[in-house]
């Protein structure tokens, strides 16, 4: 299984990215997605996920109402439209795939994309 993700940048406080994630090598439909952070020197961060019909969205308090998760299961991707970035959303961004009802910490992730939020 393939995941490669990308639509990072440099981007000033207020500016707006779309980060994409191909996938490839599994049934993209049958699997929950997520999308996760890490920012320099911190953890890993829950960000958003979708369920595999793509009804069912959740997002981190911290990008509530400004992130927007989606999917395309004809085209086996997986979005995160993110405006109104705050410097605080610098971070390495990764999707991740989980079977259903599977917690992301035990899913299979991408390479990430570096999205650096400063004016």
């Known amino acids: 299984a393939q995941l490669v993700e990308s639509g990072g940048g440099l981007v000033q406080p207020g500016g707006s990215l779309r980060l994409s994630c191909a996938t490839s090598g599994f049934i993209f439909s049958s699997y929950s997605m997520y999308w996760i952070r890490q920012a320099p020197g911190k953890g890993l961060e829950w960000v958003s996920e979708i369920d595999i019909s793509g009804r069912h969205k959740a997002y981190a308090e911290s990008v509530e109402g400004r992130f927007t998760i989606s999917r395309d299961n004809g085209k086996r991707m997986l979005y995160l439209q993110m405006n109104n970035l705050k410097p605080e959303d610098t971070a390495m961004y990764y999707c991740?795939?989980?079977?259903?009802?599977?917690?992301?910490?035990?899913?299979?992730r991408g390479q990430g994309t570096q999205v650096i939020v400063s004016s």
């Open positions: 991740v795939r989980t079977v259903p009802r599977t917690s992301w910490t035990r899913g299979e």
